[in-house]
Structure formats: C-alpha cells, structure tokens
C-alpha cells in the first residue's frame, strides 16, 4: 500500500485503541511534533463519528419499521391495547 | 454493491430476539414517560433512541449485564429522559444498576455534523456504504472483497483505507470550521 494509506492504518488503529502500546507511544510522539499528521487524525476521527451516526441513523429505521408492523398486526391488539391504555385522553 | 446493501440489511436489529424485546420493554417505557405526563409520541421517540443505544452497546466487546435486557432499555430511557427535560436526577429516581448507565456523548448530534453528513451523502454514498459494512456490521475484508467483486483481500484492504482517505478528505474541505482540527 502507498505511504499515505498505510499512515491511515496507523492512524485508524491508534484512534481505535488497537496498536501495541509502545507503537502508540512512539506515534503520540510524532502527533505532538507534526501539526499535519494530527490535523488528519483528527479529521480521521471524525469520519468515524460520522459513521457512527450514520449506523444509529440505520438502526433507528429498522426500529422504526418494527413499530409500524407491531402496531399493525392485528394479532398484537392485546400488545397496542396495553401501551395505549397508558395515554388514555384524559391524561392528554 | 446489490450483496453489501443486503448484508447490511440483514445484520440491522430485525431479528426476533430483537422484536421480542421491543414487546417486552416498551410497556414499562410507556409507563414511566406517562408517569412523566408524557405523550405516547414521546414515549416511541425516547424508546426508539433507547433501543438503538441498547443494540450499539450489545455489538460493543465486554457488555455483559446482570438485570433483564428491558430492566436495562428503561434504565436508558430515564436517562434520555432527564437529558431531553434537562432536569436532575433528584427528579427521578434511579436504582444504582440504572445510575451506572451512560448514554454516548456523541449520541445527539451537532448541526455541523449532520451537514458534513448530508454532503457526504450526496458525494461518496458507495464510500459510507463500505466503511459501515466494514466497521459497524462487522463485515470481514474476505467477505467485503467477495461483495465488491475484488479477487483478493489485499484489495479490499486497500479499497477501505481508499475510501477513509477520500471521506476524510471531504470532510476537510467542507468543515466549517476545519482550523479547529489542528487543534
């Protein structure tokens, strides 16, 4: 792989927690002394915040699909009568 | 990207297990956002979130807990709870397995994150699409390099590290604030 992908790989596992410790220390080391180097690890942390995001994003869907069929099944009336009860209209 | 799409798919929460608990957690979450002269909207919207951070913490290595998983989804809900009415937890009490319960700090997102994300969106979806089914679907580089039609995993390995430079590299140049990483 060229340079600037394996420096991506480093920096992907040092954010990650998954480079042996005395590698991790030598690459703080070179954070502390190369603005650049740790402009892109920053910028590669975000990319992973963003990702997570995105995967809540997708998993919030998911759930939200469960929702619609449960609450349209008309096997699962006893289920909807149950969380209903709750919000009855004089508690609106 | 038809056999990546449905792997990501298949691994979202669609399991039975998992509707299984939507059944069993949701009646005590409706009780207490009642409780609270909540409406049923803000009950599904609370339990929804408390659903997704459960799912996210189950895929996280050494999440073990010791209380029924619905136990733990309300656990979660009176947190999201107290953070969305920004009220203490003097307010409403909590036993100390729910006390221990942290909700990820990242978990509501920024303005500028969601932008940079809509952007991202438009401009390299295939790129998302592989990290994700990389990172969080767990996804192995044999599997992922079978998906993208790659002949080896030294291929895919360097399609994903491809793709982190050019999400990464978007991500610089549409920061709003891109000074803020040289920090």
Redesign the interface.
């Known amino acids: 792989m060229r340079t600037s992908l394996n420096d991506l790989r480093a920096a992907e596992q040092y954010i990650l927690g998954t480079m042996p410790l005395d590698e991790a220390l030598v690459f703080q080391a070179r954070l502390l002394t190369n603005p650049t180097l740790r402009c892109k690890v920053n910028l590669q942390r975000k990319v992973y915040t963003l990702l997570r995001i995105r995967q809540r994003r997708h998993v919030k869907a998911a759930v939200e699909d469960m929702h619609e069929q449960l609450f349209a099944d008309p096997t699962k009336a006893a289920f909807q009568e149950q969380i209903f009860s709750f919000f009855n209209p004089e508690k609106l | 990207m038809e056999t990546l799409e449905m792997s ?1 798919q298949e691994t ?3 399991a039975r297990d ?2 299984t608990l ?2 069993m957690a ?2 005590g979450v ?2 207490f ?2 409780k609270m ?1 909540g ?2 909207d803000d ?2 919207d609370i339990f ?2 408390a ?2 951070i459960f ?2 913490k189950e895929q996280s290595e050494n999440f073990t807990i010791n209380v029924p998983a619905e136990a733990y989804v309300l656990g979660i809900a009176k947190h999201l709870w107290l953070k969305k009415f920004k009220k203490t937890s003097r307010h409403i009490p909590l036993d100390s397995m729910e006390a221990n319960i942290a909700i990820p700090e ?2 509501f ?1 920024s303005v500028n ?2 932008t ?2 809509a952007v ?1 969106e438009r401009t390299g979806k295939k790129c ?1 699409d592989i ?2 089914a990389f ?2 679907e767990k996804m192995s580089l044999k599997n992922l390099a079978q998906a993208l039609g790659f002949s080896s995993v030294h291929s895919a ?2 399609q994903k ?2 793709c ?2 050019k ?2 590299d978007t ?2 140049e549409k ?1 709003i604030s891109y000074e ?4």
């Open positions: 990501i979202l929460p669609t998992f509707e939507y059944e949701f009646p409706a009780a956002v009642s002269n409406t049923f009950a599904k929804h979130d659903l997704v799912h996210e990242d978990y997102p994150d969601l940079l994300l991202l998302l990290l994700q990172y969080y390995t360097v590290y491809k982190l430079e999400v990464r991500v610089k920061s803020d990483f040289f920090e």
